[in-house]
């Protein structure tokens, strides 16, 4: 079991830039693929980024693909997403997800049908002028 604790959000203006971090505790960080989901209220939960648990592997939404890059430091059981070039359409709650490894660690999943086993409470990112 891993607890997950986003933080970093907040009101940016569009062409902003905002990191956010994913801080787990209970589990080490490097047993988990983290994942970043957002949902905006009235839209579709929306897959953002993964990371696998080695780090070695990445994946992006094409909706941010260019501006948004995520890491992970396992020393410091946490995870980050660095957001640039913000725009309007970024504006939702962002969610840090942990789920165990599958695939032999080489492939993580921004389907929303896949169900991540843990998530944090969310920390709120708005971009506007």
């Known amino acids: 079991q891993v607890q997950l604790v986003e933080s970093g959000g907040g009101l940016v203006q569009p062409g902003g830039s905002l990191r956010l971090s994913c801080a787990a505790s209970g589990s080490a960080m490097e047993n988990w693929v983290i994942g970043w989901f957002r949902q905006a209220p009235g839209k579709e939960r929306e897959g953002v980024s993964c990371i696998t648990a080695s780090g070695s592997t990445t994946n992006y939404a094409d909706s941010v693909k260019g501006r948004f890059t995520i890491s992970r430091d396992n020393a410091k059981n946490t995870a980050y997403l660095q957001m640039n070039s913000l725009k309007p359409e970024d504006t939702a709650t962002y969610y840090c997800?942990?789920?165990?490894?599958?695939?032999?660690?080489?492939?993580?999943?921004?389907?929303?049908?896949?169900?991540?086993?843990?998530y944090g409470q969310g920390t709120q990112v708005t971009v506007s002028s």
């Open positions: 997800e942990a789920t165990t490894p599958f695939a032999g660690d080489t492939t993580c999943t921004l389907a929303v049908q896949y169900e991540y086993d843990y």
